[in-house]
């Protein structure tokens, strides 16, 4: 197996400094108080939950490392109609992964999960993601299939199927796109067909099905949503199918072809290592699967379960990606020797520096910096909200309103994990290459390839418009008294109670409440246009508002990584040296000048009527 | 020849609204009146100049735009360190780039060139740069090289050379970066040895050479930046020298072999159909070349000619990509039906609409067009003040300062075209990828192929923060009373005088004198701290300082378009239906509200003392 050994010479690409996910986890949430040592989590204490992050680090340095430039390099191949080849490599990698029990660390613990909290399930993703996203992909439903499964699906659904995806020796694809259904996904015209025997006949045609082929495990199963002729119209028609490649014998293992087909595997800008296809059901012959759980035209709300935490989990892999390209670019510009100071330019004769010398480099590295540890925060802050909600699983009274406001934040933040970080990982892989210089444009180096994997993110699970939609009108009511921004505020203003005792960082304390209060007017500009009937303005100026609403919760989380840097400091009880805490205030600072700084004239722009877009219509731009 | 039967079948996939490149040149900047029918271009006319852009167009239309995809795909192959194969499909494509002629288009006419003016050259550039820059980039110093020969070099070196560089028999290559001296010039490495025969010996190896050894043309000239034994230690000490990679014969032909030779092909993010190489000379054996010039240690301000060419032409095809990504972008919003209006959202049987009628999508294209018609705008102007300098070129008196002032204009803005439309086109390409969805992602469309080809253009023929360093030493004299600046200011101050005329865009000039007035005061604070001490201030906010630049030069010249756009429509006297002139306005509007609106805030963060900066060092960021 030639590839195996150019997989062992390989070095590792990861890069990681672990310092930060412990310092955000411990530190800053204080999970360990406040989720771990709850009776939600007496299965587990904290020393575990380092201990599963550790292996997922190690797994990542010395597998997933190894393998992200070769397979991109390698690709996946179509062979025939149900054989696609992933990159040698994965299966190596793949083997690994099942030995150390890596996809069951957050299933139920019935089917030989740990039941870490899903913050930790996070940081363990983050990690992950960031090594190898293109491998992480093919498992990458699993878990999520799982909890659908114990939501939804029947006894005898989940009994086929959860310890299968734990383990995992199947993988799970979400099959919605179609090739006329991308973002308008009632419009989808997969048919199901009912048996007499109960099951359904599944007809159609699917497009960007990740992980939708390959040769990693012996079957797939498909969470397929289709459409029964007598199905109301839209989304209210669409029913989620339970399908498999290969029928499923007595014992689990692959039985009759189930006539599933890839028509074709895309070529695509990056994540080469994943096969995302095109796929038929039932065109060589007839394709059964059951209905996920009892009722019909259920598919679209059982499957939001999975397109949530496909939400979050994007995120998850923009913050891994670009923390990768962070680190890669600090190891490069700590390594490379290039150019003097300044002052001692114009002497042929003057020392060189490592490039981090330069002052330029620094700003680049602290600005990625500042955006990675931000977006780390920002995931954590998000995952934690539903691990609160957990710990107050059968809560009554108050501390049932509280369940109740931390879901509700968990919800509000979900388009931002989504959408932002997207969008600010993209920038982040571009700053890397930069640092990089000529170097990081060539495959030798990894930033490149980052760069590439990560663009997808702003796009699948809903484009970034439709998240900024979401956030708009789902989360904040379209600006009309929307109680997840009312407790959203009041977080950050609770938090800003303690400025009086960080007098190093009152700038930054004066300009989140400042920043926060913006915020609000502008959120209630769109409750004045719903009232004026101006509704489009809200959806014209979503995505910027998303942009100012991800600026304005960074600046809040990374003010707090700053306060609990500001107190380890303070307190002298450090677990790193004393640099670390610094530039986690080094970060904020910089961040507060060259982002929130701008927030204010960003809401000036948002908060007016632009009636050009009243006007501007298809006419305006060229056709060909 | 199967890759030419393919490239035959292949759609074209260049999309170019030649309506904006005619407004820009003829009606603001009026080209016509104040370049062609002056004596210098006695030998012209309009016409001439329109058949070429023209040519160009159809060229690029029907040639590179079948090549782009499929050259990507094919990439270049080394065989052998004298052979390295180009895609085939590029030897069809470069036949009948010859037989055009368009190679010699800007060439001196007495090689045949048509010698038009560098700002229709800039606007043929950009087309061709737009539609295949992998390609473009095999000939793309030839023309910069018979001018740096007719400049500095020997009657010899022009009559060997010239002539096979404009038709083009041969291509040139420029050959400076080595793998310790990227930014750091000085540290070439790369020996020269005085032979007794005049011709020198050269030894050494470099890295990053584009267009560096391929299967083109039987022969490449190269100019070699090397040094000899006893020059000055820096950049001092560099020579340029002439050498083939095969001796010439009488008649031109290649002869012997002259020992230079490919050590490897760089595998690239993009432009993979262009051969970047590794190239050793003189190591299987003694590689030959002449002085360029009479003259030793002169190499680097030799070369300074060609880098200012390069320097220029990289904005352009940043221009050209990101032009291109936007019109494939228009061109696909008004095909892809996805998607109802807001309004009819909920109902499944609303129309679906082609999805230029959404509004972020047409938020989406109205910003890529501010940016690609600023960019070109940018381009052209700069290349319209050389042009300028050129109708003045035996000027006396105060037309001889009109002269001067023409030229110093044209310097300050060529670090501005690099780094600010190479930075500006990664977002625009980025946009593109975003209004395709799912398919921005894949192959089938140019799109994320356009974003992976220019990302090189922030980095190579100096790095964007090597240009920014540039801007404000070179050219605004580190905030010390710039005579460059107050040209500048002096243009945009004269334009702003005729405000009254168009009340329409009374905010918008309202706003670009408020903006000029603060950059102003932001330059005269480097000044300040220059004065103080603080130099390396200067640098740190050199990148942020080169980005409000270009936003303020940007936002001028979008307003001029307006201002000419205004007065067609006034006149009645539109070459273009109403719809693009409109569209002009709406854009520079959007500008204005989502670029320009922030100056003002972004200067106050380049205005202030950045504290942190003195106490960040590499142990802030982690070491692996």
Request: proline share 3%; hydrophobic share 40%; glycine share 8%.
């Amino acid at each position: 197996m030639n590839d195996i050994k150019q997989f062992l010479n390989q070095n590792s690409s990861f890069r990681l400094d672990q310092r930060d996910l412990h310092f955000q986890l411990f530190d800053v949430l204080n999970v360990e108080q406040h989720i771990i040592n709850t009776p939600a989590f007496s299965h587990l204490n904290k020393e575990t939950c380092i201990q599963v992050i550790d292996l997922a680090i190690k797994f990542a340095r010395e597998y997933l490392g190894r393998s992200y430039q070769l397979a991109d390099k390698a690709g996946c191949n179509m062979l025939s109609p149900t054989e696609v080849t992933v990159p040698e490599v994965y299966q190596y990698v793949f083997a690994k992964f099942q030995e150390l029990g890596l996809c069951g660390i957050s299933a139920p613990m019935e089917y030989g999960g740990c039941g870490t909290p899903y913050v930790i399930n996070q940081a363990i993703y983050s990690v992950l993601y960031g090594a190898d996203p293109a491998f992480c992909i093919y498992p990458g439903f699993n878990i999520g299939a799982v909890y659908l499964l114990q939501k939804f699906g029947t006894e005898q659904q989940r009994q086929l199927y959860s310890q299968a995806l734990t383990t995992p020796t199947m993988t799970a694809a979400m099959v919605m796109t179609e090739s006329d259904a991308g973002s308008d996904v009632g419009l989808i015209r997969t048919k199901a067909l009912r048996e007499p025997d109960g099951r359904y006949r599944l007809e159609g045609s699917k497009i960007f099905i990740s992980s939708g082929m390959h040769n990693l495990t012996d079957n797939i199963v498909y969470f397929v949503l289709a459409r029964l002729d007598d199905a109301p119209l839209g989304t209210q028609g669409l029913s989620c199918f339970v399908v498999t490649k290969y029928a499923l014998n007595a014992d689990g293992s692959p039985g009759e072809y189930n006539h599933v087909s890839c028509d074709g595997v895309e070529k695509k800008m990056g994540l080469k290592g994943n096969a995302t296809v095109q796929l038929s059901f039932g065109q060589t012959g007839s394709c059964y699967g059951t209905l996920l759980g009892e009722k019909e035209n259920m598919g679209l709300s059982q499957l939001l379960l999975l397109m949530n935490l496909a939400r979050v989990a994007t995120g998850t892999y923009a913050l891994g990606l670009a923390s990768s390209a962070y680190y890669s670019a600090a190891d490069y510009a700590q390594q490379r020797i290039q150019g003097t100071s300044i002052r001692a330019m114009s002497s042929p004769k003057a020392e060189r520096l490592p490039i981090i010398a330069h002052l330029d480099v620094k700003r680049m590295l602290l600005d990625m910096r500042a955006k990675v540890d931000g977006m780390r925060a920002l995931v954590l802050k998000a995952a934690n909200y539903s691990s609160l909600a957990i710990t107050l699983h059968d809560a009554e009274g108050d501390a049932k309103a509280l369940k109740k406001k931390y879901e509700t934040l968990a919800d509000l933040l979900t388009p931002v994990v989504k959408a932002y970080c997207s969008d600010q990982a993209w920038t982040v892989c571009e700053t890397a290459i930069q640092v990089h210089g000529g170097y990081g444009y060539i495959s030798d180096f990894p930033v490149e390839q980052q760069c590439r994997d990560v663009k997808i993110m702003s796009i699948w699970e809903g484009t970034n418009y439709m998240q900024a939609a979401d956030l708009v009108r789902s989360k904040l009511s379209l600006g009309k008294s929307s109680r997840a921004f009312g407790y959203f505020k009041e977080e950050v203003i609770n938090f800003c109670e303690q400025k009086q005792q960080f007098p190093q960082l009152a700038d930054q304390f004066e300009q989140l409440e400042t920043a926060t209060t913006a915020l609000s007017t502008a959120l209630a500009t769109f409750g004045d246009w719903l009232s004026g009937g101006e509704m489009e303005q809200i959806y014209l100026m979503s995505t910027r508002f998303m942009n100012a609403f991800g600026d304005l919760t960074v600046g809040w989380l990374l003010l707090e990584n700053a306060v609990a840097a500001q107190k380890a400091i303070a307190d002298n009880q450090r677990a790193y040296d004393l640099s670390f805490y610094q530039g986690k205030i080094y970060a904020v600072k910089y961040f507060y000048r060259n982002t929130l700084a701008h927030l204010g004239s960003k809401l000036r722009a948002i908060a007016d009527i632009d009636e050009t877009f009243k006007e501007l219509n298809a006419d305006h731009f060229p056709q060909f």
